[in-house]
């Protein structure tokens, strides 16, 4: 099994607005809302991959409910930590003239000490040996390095590999408990080093001193150009699928759900490569954060070039 945290869910509110200026005042084409949230996200699309996960949600107020209710008609497999508090409601813009995606993302409601203690518990008791686990997204104000710790150190006592895609502070955090894998974009990881990454060999040599560090593997996403892999053993650069892009919201959630199911299934990383890649595909060529059309997997793969380098 799968199990991921997302610990500050939202709903995904997409407004699109051709020609969008900032200001101006500008006229709304359409409006969407998806339920979202980078750990919610990956399940939605390993499941839709025929993999099994399991997505344990922090939820509060009416927003916490919609997405509670939402999920379960969509068939997804939740757990729901409750909360006090309203769960966020994050804006996705999208211009589809001038190709722009600008999200405001708000930080959601805070939990007090007792909180935290209780979730870092519930989340020990979910995780069960040989699941993988996958803590994705922003953290709420609250959340301390005890909580982590406890996670942490229960996963490692069972054997439990955790998957990390957090950024800022946060990541700077975890990096300490030692995740198995991390999957920062390239911004985030020259924020890391308080650089701006240029290339993909300045990448691969700042991933290196990440794996110095104990990380068994950092995966780098790219955007359009794609991602890197770098283990101890090897460093494999893979292009982006060339696509008319309707939104970017979730791609980098179905690069991290490709690459843990295909860890969970034992695959070859050129092979997962492939199908995180695909799978990102999907999600960009479609509105707002859903998972696509995944029907369309095999002929993305067929076209990503991985080079080990
Ligand atoms: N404009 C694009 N054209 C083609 N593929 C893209 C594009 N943007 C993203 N992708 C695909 O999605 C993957 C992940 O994108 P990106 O590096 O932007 O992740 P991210 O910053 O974590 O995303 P997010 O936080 O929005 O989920 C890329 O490796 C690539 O395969
Ligand atoms: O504010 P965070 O937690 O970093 O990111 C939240 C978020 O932008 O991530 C997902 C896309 O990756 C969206 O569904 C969601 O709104």
């Known amino acids: 099994m799968i199990l991921t945290v997302t610990l500050n869910p939202a709903i995904d509110r997409t ?22 949230g980078k750990g919610l996200n990956v399940t939605k699309t390993i499941n839709a991959m025929g ?49 722009t995606f600008t999200d405001v993302n708000e930080p959601g409601p805070a939990l007090n000490r007792e909180t935290c203690q209780l979730l870092a518990k519930t989340i020990t008791q979910a995780v069960k040996q040989r699941d993988w686990l996958v803590i ?19 996963a490692e006592a069972i054997g439990v590999k955790i998957i990390a895609d957090v950024s800022g502070k946060q ?17 985030e990881l020259g924020e890391l080093f308080d650089v701006e990454i240029e290339d993909s060999v300045s990448a691969i040599a700042y991933a290196r001193q990440i794996i110095k560090r104990g990380i068994s593997t950092v995966v780098v996403s790219m955007g359009e150009k794609g991602l890197l892999w770098v283990d101890a053993e090897r460093a494999i650069v893979a292009n982006a699928v060339k696509v008319p892009v309707k939104s970017t919201v979730g791609a980098g959630d179905a690069i991290v759900a490709g690459l843990t199911l295909g860890l969970s299934r034992g695959e070859a990383p050129e092979t997962i490569i492939r199908e995180a890649i695909a799978a990102a595909t999907c999600v960009i060529t479609t509105e707002g954060s859903m998972t696509g059309d995944l029907a369309k997997m095999p002929d993305y793969q067929k076209r990503v070039i991985v080079q080990k380098l």
């Open 15 to 36: 407004i699109i607005i051709d020609n969008f200026r900032v200001d101006q005042v500008n006229r709304v084409q359409r409006i969407r809302r998806d339920i979202g």
């Open 51 to 99: 993999g099994s996960s399991k997505a344990l949600l922090v939820l509060g107020g009416e927003n916490g409910k919609f997405i509670k209710e939402r999920a379960n008609a969509d068939g997804l497999n939740i757990a729901v930590f409750e909360i006090e508090g309203n769960t966020r409601e994050n804006i996705k813009l999208v211009d589809p003239v001038d190709h």
């Open 136 to 154: 994705s997204g922003s953290s709420p104000k609250g959340i301390d390095t005890a909580f982590y710790e406890t996670i942490f150190s229960h």
């Open 171 to 187: 990541l700077e955090t975890l990096l300490q408990y030692k995740p198995w894998l991390i999957k920062p974009n390239i911004h």
